[in-house]
Structure formats: structure tokens, C-alpha cells
């Protein structure tokens, strides 16, 4: 299962480092993402890494968030600076085998989400 941590609460301009851990699937090390959804809104698709280490961002994170792996613990983080109150949604990994990206058609396999919420 992919099991994620360190959501909270912090103010504009605060920073925060999620982190998911694969126990089990062993998908984290190829394609990876992490995924955001505030209420009344669609999932959107956050930052994506690929089995070779390309990453990817939304344009409103690029420049403040940054997503890496660290193969050898099967873990997946967001280095998440700069928090805004748009920022503020419960945000989840997933994972696949397939190629990375942005939607969340590619990835099979997702957590269930920890929650970040940004004051002004």
C-alpha cells in the first residue's frame, strides 16, 4: 500500500515535506506522482517523476515544489515551500508502471491522502 504523512496546518509562506512510503507494491521507483484535490474540485495533478528521474510540475507549484524518490526506501516526497492558500487540499501519491505524468489515468495504485491546509 502507499501510505502518506506530513500534511498539516501551516501559514502563507510556510513549507511542508510529504512523504509516501510503498510497503508492498513496489511501484514507487517507476512512475510516481502526487495528486491534489480541494473540496468541489477535480483531482488535479501536482508533480510526477519517471523511472529515469524526469520530473514534472503544474505551472502554480513550478519553482516552489519539488518531488524526489529515494529508490532504496521506496519512498516518494514533496518538498512543498512558499504554501499558499490555494495550496490548501488533500493531497495524495500514486503510482504505476506505466508512463508518468500529470493525469491521474496513469497510475494504478494511490494512497489515501494527507491533508494540507494553508492560512493566510
Known amino acids: 500500500q502507499l501510505v502518506e504523512s506530513g500534511g498539516g496546518s501551516v501559514q502563507a509562506g510556510g513549507s511542508l515535506r510529504l512523504t509516501c512510503s510503498d510497503s508492498?507494491?513496489?511501484?514507487?521507483?517507476?512512475?510516481a506522482g502526487w495528486f491534489r484535490q480541494a473540496p468541489g474540485k477535480e483531482r488535479e495533478g501536482v508533480a510526477a517523476?519517471?523511472?529515469?528521474?524526469?520530473?514534472t510540475y503544474t505551472n502554480s507549484v513550478k519553482g516552489r515544489f519539488t518531488i524526489s524518490r529515494d529508490n532504496a526506501k521506496n519512498t516518494l516526497y514533496l518538498q512543498m515551500n512558499d504554501l499558499k492558500p490555494d495550496d490548501t487540499a488533500k493531497y495524495y501519491c500514486?503510482?504505476?508502471?506505466?508512463?508518468?505524468?500529470?493525469?491521474?489515468?496513469?497510475?494504478?495504485?494511490w494512497g489515501q491522502g494527507t491533508q494540507v491546509t494553508v492560512s493566510a
Open positions: 500514486a503510482a504505476g508502471r506505466s508512463f508518468y505524468g500529470l493525469s491521474p489515468e496513469l497510475y494504478n495504485y
Open positions: 508492498g507494491y513496489d511501484v514507487i521507483n517507476y512512475s
Open positions: 517523476i519517471g523511472i529515469a528521474g524526469s520530473t
